[in-house]
């Protein structure tokens, strides 16, 4: 990826040529067909090529957790010592804010058995919609496959690339937007997720992933959390085996890099605006931006 130098003092603003998104109810713990054609090649999430759809895993079976109940951190719980899960007025702004607002946060996984996996979001890449040549949705475009961009803010988008990898989306305010999610901190239920990674990657299958490996990408972590098809059109607000809550702090506006987005070399000049948003010294980020970096510290 080739990324040039972004002035990041005063971030250029884009045009929105998008209107508010019709309130189409996403099937909180339904899944959506999985008939849709499929997107490539891997970590090019919204490229424009399309390999075959893979048939849709069933969730996977990991036997009871070790622990006698789900761990609760407490630093994800507000002081009263509930659970602080984040709702639509969260979910219902611009891509661009949303992408910023994301990092943090903590997306958390129920897995079947009553096991919760837990991540904290440090990197993720906004889609403006029809005006975005890199979106699924450029040009207004509306199939069966990103009909989640268009439902409102807070559904889960999720696609297939390769026939058997997986990118998680979340949509934002507008007609076709949303964000990606790219690269999350592993915090509860390491050993699960290495497990997970370990049963659906390719290769080299028998290398024990280090914990920086586990989350930092998006096919990996929808691979480290369980997430697939399946989840497509759920109503991340609502749903019982994924959610968001709040994270303990927000890092600060000097601490986000905004950089070019990855694997949308196709795009023309979409390709080059700082769309994608990380966590700056994160070891977590799946792809550094040095002049980025400096351009924002500049």
Same mark, same amino acid.
Not at 8 to 36: C, E, I, L, N, V
Not at 166 to 187: K, T, W, Y
Not at 230 to 237: C, I, K, N, T, V
């Given at each position: 990826?080739?990324?040039?130098?972004?002035?990041?003092?005063?971030?250029?603003?884009?045009?929105?040529?998008?209107?508010?998104?019709?309130?189409?109810?996403?099937?909180?713990?339904?899944?959506?067909?999985?008939?849709?054609?499929?997107?490539?090649?891997?970590?090019?999430?919204?490229?424009?090529?399309?390999?075959?759809?893979?048939?849709?895993?069933?969730?996977?079976?990991?036997?009871?957790?070790?622990?006698?109940?789900?761990?609760?951190?407490?630093?994800?719980?507000?002081?009263?010592?509930?659970?602080?899960?984040?709702?639509?007025?969260?979910?219902?702004?611009?891509?661009? %804010? /949303?992408?910023?607002?994301?990092?943090?946060?903590? !997306?958390?996984?129920? =897995?079947?058995? +009553? $096991?919760?996996? &837990?991540?904290?979001?440090?990197?993720?890449?906004?889609?403006?919609?029809?005006?975005?040549?890199?979106?699924?949705?450029?040009?207004?475009?509306?199939?069966?496959?990103?009909?989640?961009?268009?439902?409102?803010?807070?559904?889960?988008?999720?696609?297939?690339?390769?026939?058997?990898?997986?990118?998680?989306?979340?949509?934002?305010?507008?007609?076709?937007?949303?964000?990606?999610?790219?690269?999350?901190? %592993? /915090?509860?239920?390491?050993?699960?997720?290495?497990? !997970?990674?370990?049963? =659906?990657?390719? +290769? $080299?299958?028998? &290398?024990?992933?280090?914990?920086?490996?586990?989350?930092?990408?998006?096919?990996?972590?929808?691979?480290?959390?369980?997430?697939?098809?399946?989840?497509?059109?759920?109503?991340?607000?609502?749903?019982?085996?994924?959610?968001?809550?709040?994270?303990?702090?927000?890092?600060?506006?000097?601490?986000?890099?905004?950089?070019?987005?990855?694997?949308?070399?196709?795009?023309?000049?979409?390709?080059?605006?700082?769309?994608?948003?990380?966590?700056?010294?994160?070891?977590?980020?799946?792809?550094?931006?040095?002049?980025?970096?400096?351009?924002?510290?500049?």
């Amino acid at each position: 990826m080739v990324t040039p130098a972004l002035q990041m003092k005063k971030p250029k603003q884009f045009s929105r040529r998008m209107g508010q998104k019709k309130q189409q109810p996403a099937r909180a713990g339904q899944p959506h067909s999985s008939s849709d054609a499929a997107q490539a090649p891997a970590e090019q999430p919204h490229s424009s090529s399309e390999a075959a759809q893979a048939p849709c895993p069933r969730e996977p079976c990991l036997g009871p957790p070790t622990t006698p109940g789900p761990c609760r951190s407490i630093y994800f719980s507000s002081p009263k010592g509930h659970l602080t899960r984040l709702g639509l007025e969260f979910f219902d702004q611009p891509a661009v %804010p /949303l992408a910023r607002a994301f990092l943090g946060q903590v !997306l958390v996984r129920r =897995l079947p058995n +009553g $096991t919760e996996l &837990r991540g904290r979001i440090v990197e993720t890449e906004a889609y403006l919609g029809p005006e975005d040549e890199a979106a699924h949705s450029r040009g207004g475009r509306q199939t069966p496959r990103n009909r989640g961009m268009f439902m409102k803010p807070g559904t889960l988008y999720v696609y297939i690339i390769y026939g058997m990898y997986f990118c998680m989306n979340i949509s934002s305010q507008g007609d076709g937007a949303c964000v990606l999610l790219r690269a999350l901190e %592993p /915090l509860e239920g390491l050993e699960t997720m290495r497990q !997970l990674r370990s049963t =659906l990657r390719k +290769g $080299t299958a028998s &290398r024990v992933l280090k914990d920086r490996e586990l989350c930092s990408g998006p096919s990996k972590l929808c691979q480290a959390l369980a997430i697939n098809k399946s989840f497509d059109q759920r109503d991340l607000a609502q749903d019982e085996a994924v959610w968001l809550e709040r994270g303990p702090l927000e890092p600060s506006e000097p601490a986000v890099v905004a950089a070019a987005r990855v694997g949308v070399g196709h795009a023309g000049e979409w390709a080059r605006k700082p769309l994608r948003f990380y966590v700056r010294g994160s070891p977590w980020v799946s792809v550094v931006d040095r002049v980025a970096e400096q351009d924002t510290q500049a």
